[in-house]
């Protein structure tokens, strides 16, 4: 009995061998299950010779019942209908490319990729309208003839284009867009079939599909493992890597990190599936924590890329909850999660009851949402078909686009046909001919004379005064009134009445004039022929007036000041780097002339030759050169340096929580009220760092005050930063217990009875107890002669109204808020921009800080990045901007090709009168 019973324990066998007793044979473990075998099968065999004697009776219901128990113990999905071979082995199909999704596919067969967007088409044949000054009748006249030979059309930008239409060239297009709408339909087709019916197109090499395994998806199980068969045999085979996680209320995955797609390693994941079993709720987070937290594959540097969600429900976690662990989880990573949904019947109430209920309208919008954050794509389907898939509304968004140029092109075409001239179906052939041919262009009857010839400035210098009267001589005969009308007769100008006055004053303009003109310019004859020289006196030649670009010295020492007085030491404007200033001047001005008869200002005709920029709302010329744009950058990418390696100094050490303590005679105030009591050890810590590396270093006289419910001072006047006293003020604070209520007025009464105190510094976490309206009148009546400065320092305090009060007293006092918010942010900021330098102006972004000196420091940060930017924007207007020789060349080209389009534009349309033209 002892072997047998140890064999029991051990979950081993007895055997026994006895040469004198054969029976003891059968007690062995072996013998005696086979025996009991036997005798239940020779019960089973009596029962069923009763049967057929007709002895039914109490035999027949226990049989009953023992096969009902039997079947009761089977899992539910062992009764469900199951497709052909569902259990056999896979048949696996090599895929000969890699599938993309629709977003991806159109970027190379797209309309706009392929070049068939109706504006790509029309570009080259669309015209802005040109509206330009004549001098003569001085005034702005647009141009008609576009108008009347050419389609007005609405371009994407909402403005209106004169397009010469071709017929043959839409007509051509149209068929392309037919065939490659054709193209989109083969699309939606194959994204309609087989597997990507159930799941979409796979399109990451590192993939992990997830699961849903509820009690709500019993019933579906055999749908579920056959959609997942198909998927096994048709999308995976090309993969990477892979791997499999079912989810209930527990996760559990097919192998522990991802694996090759190889034969094996499929038919393997199919034999699991086929043992998979619903039950439990949809407890997602689990999952996905399995999927994107495995260590094996992070030590194999092999990221998931792609986790595609096959679920048919609502997860038990809020959608926020995981949408904000997806965005943490994939930091630096390019996981994207895809969402499945197939749509089964609403929630039973007889059946299991899920975490977390919703209609199928609030759950698609839930999984829509998670696909979504992450830049995956929704899928919907059900037994009949797809509901919603991304990637076949991109395609029929692409399709709607293509009919959309067809219908304009139609529209194009029927307003050409509109203007085509009708041909008489009664009358002669003559008749017929004459209206199609186009009426000879009209000719004005008289010719232009040619100009007068002009006098040298040698004979203008010799004649004097007689060359002045025949000028006015030749002004008053070519005189025409402004509204230059043919049928009027032009007469002579009436000279204006002057009084004695004013008579002397016109000669006297004109003989310093004349007399100016001869003192500027000396008029000589060249050695060639007749050919005449100017001398221009030296005091009459403009030089620019340059300013060179300042080359600033900032010290690399650190000043104990305060932000605004280090700017105005130190900053941009001060050391003459305002871009604003320096780039413009008052002679460079972007001028508009007002004219009286247009009623308008009217800009210079060639204004477009120079580079203009926008200063503060002012349109104004480059005066700075590229070369001197590009020494500006350099300098203040020295100076930004700078000023962000004095941020590090401010956010280093004590100056972190305390700011810079600037005062020579300081007070400080430390709250240890009740709700200090979880940062008391770090208050501790930062107390003892203020004393040793800004009191003592910088040798200022201070005084501690620990107040809560009761006021506690450590020496009763302000004292020397001496060894002793440091140390005794350490062995103080490391007595500070928290707890008690905030009596901050007491607290600054009593730091005001100190008479050589010069500063305070008062640091809390939130309001006091009594009003802080009571405070503020309390302080500034104590304050009234002295005018000591109240240094207010945020510490963990999230409370937005005690932040509004710590602001209103610092600045009722002329001091300082300080508080360091997100100062983490801070340090990686100011790292990346001095290990990258500033090539962008949004990124890195600089965090918001509330207190004065970091606020101040950090907006002249932002101003120089603004500076930079703006400075190489204006150099690449240097590139852009054409020189004046290129500015003409390009007029007379750009005249030419719109003459040759009008000529041919004339040749296709109705004839245009005279009078039009």
Known sequence: MTLRRLAEVTGGRYHVYASSSVEQIYTGTDITLLLREIKVAQDVINKIQEMRQGMVGDALVSILNEISLEVQKLPQSRFLPRPPNHTGALTIQEQPFHPKSSEDWLKQNGLKAKKLSLYQIMAPNAFAPIEEFIPVIRKSVRSTLHEKAMTQFEWHDGSIRNVHVDPAQLF???????????????????????????????????IVMMVDLSASNINYLVHIQHSLRILLEQQLSNKQSFNIIGFGSEAHCWKPCLQEPTEKNLQSAWKWILGLECGGSRNFMAALRLAMETEEDHKKMAVVEGIYLFTSGIPDQLPDVICSYVEEASVGQVTKIHTILFNVDDYDSNGAIPG????????????????????????????????????????????????????????????????????????DSSSGNESKMLPKRPTSGKKALPAAPRHTELSRARMGQDSQEHEETVKAIGWRPISANKNLIPTAPQPPVMSKKSSKETTAKKTTTSVKNKRNKEVFYTEFRNEVGVLLNPEQKKKRKFKPINHPIIPDKEEQITTKSWLKKYGLSKLRLDLNKLVTGPDCGHTQKHISTLRKNVSAKYCTIFPSVNIKGT?????????????????????????????????????????????????ILVDTSGSMVYHMDELKRELIALIWEQLKKEN??????????????????????????????????????????????????YAFEDPHMTAVYMLTDGKPDCSTSRVLQSVASLNTERQV???????????????????????????????????????????????????????????CFEGDDLRLLGAEINLARQFLSQSRTFRDLFATTPSPHENETSEVDKTDFKGKKLESSLSKLQPVSSASS
């Open 619 to 667: 349109v104004k010329h480059l005066q700075l050169r590229a070369h001197e744009l590009k020494e500006y950058e350099d300098q203040v990418a020295v100076v930004l340096r700078r000023y962000v390696m004095r941020m590090q100094w401010l956010l280093g050490s004590s100056r972190r929580v305390f700011g810079s303590v600037i005062e020579k005679k300081v007070v």
């Open 356 to 427: 977390r209920y919703a209609n199928i309208t609030q759950t698609a919008e839930c999984l829509r949402n998670l696909a979504h954050v992450s830049g995956g794509r929704f899928h919907w389907f059900r037994e009949t078909g797809i509901i919603e898939s991304d990637d076949i509304k991109a395609i029929l968004a692409e399709m709607d686009r293509a009919v959309n140029y067809s219908q304009k092109c139609a529209m194009l075409l029927d307003t050409v046909k509109k203007r085509m001239p009708r041909t008489k179906q009664n009358g």
């Open 789 to 847: 400065k109240i240094n207010s320092i945020s510490f963990n305090c999230e409370d937005d109204t005690a932040n509004v009060f710590l602001k209103q007293l610092a600045a009722m006092s002329r001091g300082r808020y300080h508080r360091c918010y997100g100062q983490m942010d801070g340090d990686m900021f100011t790292h990346k921009l001095l290990s990258e330098g500033s090539q962008d102006a949004q990124f890195p972004q600089l965090p």
């Open 700 to 749: 200022i006289s201070f005084n501690i005050i620990r107040f809560s419910a009761d006021v506690e001072p450590w020496r009763p006047r302000v004292v020397e930063p001496t060894n002793e006293n440091c140390h005794d003020a350490v062995r103080w604070l490391s007595t500070f217990v928290a707890g008690g209520n905030t009596c901050t007025l007491e607290a600054l009464s």
């Open 172 to 206: 051509d297009y149209q068929k392309q867009l037919g065939a490659i709408v054709k193209l989109y339909e083969k699309r939606v087709d194959w994204l309609s079939r087989d597997s990507r019916r159930l799941f979409g197109t796979i399109t990451e090499k590192r």
